[in-house]
């Protein structure tokens, strides 16, 4: 069926394999965990030969992650994956090191794949990288492209992919994978977007009815047919900070004074009035379309979205209550190629260790200014917050694992404090959203300020979440799946018919598992145990207003959460 | 008998004990790895409130290490240890943290100790400092201070103690300690040395005659009595060139084209030629009297020896050849108050990424006094290797568990790199001096180049040296110790007139193993395990001329250096 290319830059070959047989049934963090967890040695530095970051069919990325040391699989919208499925790849392994100091570009096309030279990208940022790999592979091309942090290898670069206007805003954000990208010296992969085909499923009526049936169900949904395309993923401002958990100046407070004018609701109007468009899909054929374009006050393009971390770790966590600065912090954050989650914390953790006042909206925007000019203090914040706490002798430094805590307290949203501390990625909310049952009242109802049920809360959600990332599809479908019976049937429907498959919920559920289980494999071979599943210790000491918690759920908890 | 001061910073108050059984037959290392062991949550952060760097009484200081996370212990010559003694405090505890971000000294004297504001010192070096505490508080005093680096928390931050002149230049300089006692806004401690009494040793006679015996026997030993009171611990710099083990340029090759311009006997003639001291004492009653005075080119005083770590550090380890430059770096690093190898790795670090090239002497003493301004670049630098690394995107960083590499190549000299992976502080050569036998031919033979019989040798050296630092023992006298009988009898006699004890040889390597377990202990409950105990990849992967050597001591091996 599908087909692998291996990248090798020690040689500058492209080869092609067939899929084996063990990667034949999924995809996605299966796919690409599968191929870290077999392929690369654990305690390799996460820049060398050794590492090999593969792109599986709906752009999954993963790699060791230079930022954790643990494995990683970051995740993007865009249009790359369907150009790639459309040729019939199912992913790419890029392996060893480059011979020179050269940068390259990985063309893919329906003749093949083959390496060119690329120097004159070298230091370009992401938009303008676009703009010159549009003028050299004319015709339509879909491109993952990194910016100058991750040719500086940074361990807060991202990997950024096009939209349906070719703009690099769609970004494999967490963990430094454009780090890895920019060991290997490959600035861009150029995916052929007009030839090749649909990919044909077994059963294509079957495929076509349960498509159907799962579109209708989360157009039906609250959360995906209705907060998500009318706020987008801001409408979470407003409600964090209702909760009291909305991380503001370095996580020092549960709420910001200055959330309304960041929220969703204001962003909606914003956006609006300026000509720019409230709702956006981010890939071809979304149904939710949560993403946006912001325009500037002139009415003119500025950037996508911004998304809820974004406008959170840019804003609330910097005590920055100004949209407009916030959104040119996302432009430049996706235009030098970085996690805007843990840019945003390290700018937090560098105000709080005095470096510049809290909101200090200009101050932040030439930090960024830093990073793209590669000065020591941008190399500093483009290590990410954990560098940043020591450069700066800060002792609060919300991360796990060296990753930074996303836009969620743990002392008052607890499950997502359980999935922060026993991921395999580091702080990732995306690794099992317990926010949904915590604070959204969406598959079920669990009191976020108590301890108990966290644990199971998160351990449950990061094996679904596991096994969607798994199914390519984008994990805000888990808002519908979670609530209705009908949907996750019809996923199932969606693999088999494509696929010829007869999976049940439980089977897809297995995957899940099984994703989880070669992850943790790999990390504890890389010398990650339950004393790494912890949250920094302030979470536990210092009490969060306005509900005064502590993160209190038991160490012995947490342990379990993996059944260890 | 002895007494131990608790300071806590929280509430600014000393309050005094009587030693508890536990720690009253021994001390230096013995007592601090008991008290961080017992005392310290191991999951803290190293800036916290809850880490507590306590002193020993023979210069011994520790804590949970900012650097590596691990456990700590340095120890330093210098007078402090000997007023302490004299004053009967056996040690000192300080923690919590401070109320305030006000400096404070913390004097010591027969009537007492209290905490004093010391604004005036802040952003001082060591130098300076001591100056301003000799005006403060006339009279004999001895001081353990910190330099700016401290005040900045960086990880690269050290204590620097007095020596007999009243020099700042006696450092415990590994692991970050400095940045502890700046978290606790500890600028100096400020030890009274003139009143008090030399401690009674319960046999006297006892005492006076095995001390007379070891004195006489370490004058005897071609190490302790010629080879290092002739040139000092940098006699080494050509041996170690000759053998291939001299690291170069970031450790990128085993020998290094300069060395005879940086030797110990170059050195030697350049210090007699400037009326500087070829000999030393670091501390009183010293018999081998391995330090020296250094002068400049107008043959005034610029700094203590420089010792050969210092000199390798900043000379071949960054290809620079110039001793004169080296000296100013030493002088720079004592009073930035700064650890002279990792600073000097993290310069290295910095050349292999294109931060400046190999061989600038000019630039390298220009990024100390980067440190010394605390520019973000001085921070980077300050952060020590690994951060360095990070934030220049290097992918060979000797460290090991965030620590910089000493001046041995483990490639070359195998049994050092045994140690420095299986140390319980991190790459630390003190930790179990291999080089004695590996190289020197000192209390046995075992071959550098072949992996066999590495791991045993390394054991019994991390044993046989964790006792030596408990017994407040200068670790040189090891070289004496291992090869001949009667002063390992020697040094147990001693111990047992001074405190009325029976040790025999065993009781005294039994020592050195319970203290391993104490330390080992705090690490596994600080997260670390067999997998931390490794060298980077590419020393087992990249040869070392002009031997063509990697490193090649299997895993299990390592592993069972420790016994798991």
Redesign the interface.
């Known amino acids: 069926m599908g087909k692998i290319l291996r990248v090798q830059m020690t040689t500058l070959s492209v080869s092609v394999e067939e899929l084996s047989k063990e990667d034949q049934p999924t995809g996605g963090r299966h796919f690409t965990s599968g191929v870290v967890s077999r392929e690369v040695?654990?305690?390799?530095?996460a820049?060398?030969a050794?590492n090999k970051p593969p792109c599986g069919g709906r752009i999954s990325i993963g790699a060791k992650s230079?930022l954790t040391g643990t494995i990683k699989e970051s995740n993007a919208g865009g249009n790359g994956a369907n150009a790639l499925a459309r040729l019939g790849i199912s992913g790419i392994v890029i392996e060893g090191a480059p011979p020179d100091d050269r940068l390259r570009a990985l063309w893919v096309g329906a003749e093949g794949a083959r390496l060119e030279e690329a120097e004159e990208l070298k230091g370009l940022g992401n938009y303008d990288t676009v703009a010159k790999l549009q003028e050299r592979f004319p015709g339509k091309i879909s491109c993952l492209t990194i910016g100058p942090a991750g040719e500086?290898?940074?361990?807060a670069a991202s990997i950024a992919v096009t939209d349906e206007e070719m703009r690099p805003t769609r970004h494999a954000g967490r963990g430094g994978l454009g780090?890895v990208m920019?060991?290997k010296g490959l600035k861009a992969i150029v995916v052929d977007n007009e030839h090749g085909e649909r990919p044909a499923s077994v059963d294509r009526e079957g495929f076509r009815e349960a498509a159907a049936l799962f579109g209708r169900l989360l157009r039906q949904h609250p959360v995906t047919g209705e907060a998500l395309p009318t706020y987008g993923t801001n409408v979470l401002a407003n409600i964090l900070n209702e909760a009291g958990g909305y991380p503001t100046r370095n996580f020092s407070t549960g709420q910001f004074e200055g959330t309304e004018a960041i929220s969703g609701e204001r962003q909606r109007e914003t956006i609006i009035a300026r000509g720019g468009q409230p709702k956006h899909a981010c890939h071809k054929g979304c149904v939710i379309q949560c993403s946006r374009i912001y325009h500037d006050e002139q009415g003119e393009y500025l950037t996508k979205g911004p998304e809820y971390e974004t406008i959170w770790a840019h804003g609330a966590n910097c005590g920055i209550d100004d949209l407009d600065a916030i959104a040119r912090m996302d432009r430049l954050d996706d235009d030098i190629g970085l996690d805007t989650i843990e840019t945003g914390a390290a700018i937090g953790v560098a105000m709080a260790g005095g470096l510049l006042p809290f909101g200090d909206a200009q101050g932040a925007l030439s930090l960024l200014e830093e990073v793209r000019a590669g000065?020591?203090?941008g190399?500093?914040i483009?290590?990410g917050a954990a560098?940043t706490g020591?450069?700066?002798?800060v002792?609060n430094?919300p991360v796990v694992k060296g990753q930074a805590l996303p836009a969620y307290d743990p002392r008052a949203v607890k499950g997502i404090g359980v999935t922060y501390a026993t991921s395999t990625m580091g702080a990732d909310h995306t690794a099992g959203y317990t926010v949904a049952q915590n604070i959204l009242g969406v598959g079920g109802d669990v009191d976020p300020l108590k301890p108990d049920g966290q644990a199971e809360l998160s351990r449950t959600l990061q094996i679904a979440t596991a096994a969607i990332d798994s199914a390519g599809l984008c994990l805000f479908v888990a808002f519908c799946l979670l609530d209705v019976p009908e949907a996750l049937q019809a996923v199932c429907a969606l693999t088999n018919a494509h696929l010829g498959l007869s999976v049940d919920e439980d089977g897809f559920a297995a995957v899940g598992s099984e994703v989880l289980r070669l992850e943790r494999d790999f990390n504890t071979?890389?010398?990650f145990?339950?004393?790494?599943d912890?949250l920094?210790?302030?979470f536990s000491e210092e009490a969060l207003a306005p509900h005064n918690v502590v993160f209190d759920v038991p160490a012995e908890e947490l342990d379990a959460v993996h059944g260890t």
């Open positions: 040695p654990p305690l390799c530095h820049l060398s050794a230079p500086m290898r940074l361990p780090a920019g060991s000065s020591p203090l190399r500093i483009g290590s560098a020591r450069a700066f002798g002792t430094v071979r890389a010398g145990g339950p004393e790494q912890r920094p210790d302030f």
